[in-house]
């Protein structure tokens, strides 16, 4: 592949490609960050049919296909799953901008849900941080609440 023309010089393209869009999060998604928004607090989904509970709500049971219908509260605290501390810096999708290294993003457990929930933890000393520790969600300032995955500022080890 050429990188020079006939004069030396290096042929480019210019462009702007501003592209701001809006997506549906759906009926639940919206709940979900409803939830946290006015309340400071989880809500999952529990299949009537094997009893799974998810975070956040969905509307098909994975496993046994049931419609999902039953919202249910559920505790800001949880257990880590897995975790990686991150040294590599990259664009956080969530904001668009570089987020500053190191951080650790985490799977957690929250207590009353079956699947996993992701996030960052606000730990990054290895010596720190175990598979097996308990953490709370550590939300955004009451005024700051947008009704998104950023108003849980990340989740903090407890015990
Ligand atoms: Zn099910």
């Not at 299949?47 to 799974?52: A, T």
């Not at 207590?111 to 175990?130: K, V």
């Amino acid at each position: 592949m050429p990188t020079e023309n006939a004069q030396g010089e290096l042929l480019k393209v210019t462009f702007t490609h501003p592209m701001p869009y809006d997506w549906s999060i759906g009926l639940y998604g919206s709940r979900f960050f409803q939830e946290i928004k006015e309340n400071r607090r989880f809500i999952g989904i529990r299949c009537h049919g094997c009893g799974l509970v998810y975070v956040p709500p969905r509307r098909v049971c994975g496993p046994c296909f049931t419609e999902l219908t039953e919202l249910v509260p559920l505790s800001d605290t949880g257990v880590i799953t897995a975790f990686s501390v991150v040294n590599y810096p990259f664009i956080d999708p969530n904001t668009g901008a570089q987020r500053p290294i190191p951080y650790t993003y985490g799977y957690i457990r929250l207590d009353g849900a079956d699947n996993i929930f992701s996030h960052i933890i606000n730990e990054t000393d290895l010596n720190r941080i175990r598979v097996g520790m308990k953490v709370r969600a550590v939300f955004r300032e009451t005024e700051k609440m947008e009704g998104n995955i950023q108003d849980i500022r990340h989740f903090q080890i407890i015990g």
